[in-house]
């Protein structure tokens, strides 16, 4: 991990590695986590994104399909581990990762869900016995925290429809 002081943002800087294994072949990115000096507040930043959707449009077409309704083959697995299902629920890497362990949760990915009023009270249960089956395969267990996020459409930050969670340790 290496620290850099950036004069001009008055910020200090952190950067690491995490890995995703996807289609047999890992990929390597940057995560930047930037600490204001005053606030104390940080933020990470994927330096390695370039290629993230940036609009529905742009992903869906007579070709491609939602990747979360084909988890198996579309998404990827955590280095640590594969993919965890219980019941319709599934839980991966994040393709896009903003931490060493960034996961996606769909609470249900057989059905196209788009709407959080959409999944029901199993969906709902078995999403977060993932989160804890999750938290509990963690290899390193020096986190302080658990951040569980709904981006619910494209304004809010989600580059996919299909509702999701982002769990991030």
Known sequence: MEKIYNEDLKL?????????LFNNEFERFIIEERIDPITNFKIRINKSIKSKPRSYGR??????KCPFCNPEKETPDFEFSKKIYIGDSVLFSN????????????PNYKKHVKSFSQINYLD???SFMLIKEFYEKIPEKDYKYIFINLNKGFSAGA???HLHIQILI
């Open 124 to 126: 709902l249960y078995n």
């Open 159 to 161: 580059s996919q429809e």
């Open 59 to 64: 992903l869906y077409s007579k070709k491609s």
């Open 95 to 106: 393709k896009y990762p903003y931490g060493k362990y960034h996961a996606v949760l769909v």
């Open 12 to 20: 200090i800087s952190k950067e690491y590695d995490v890995r995703t």
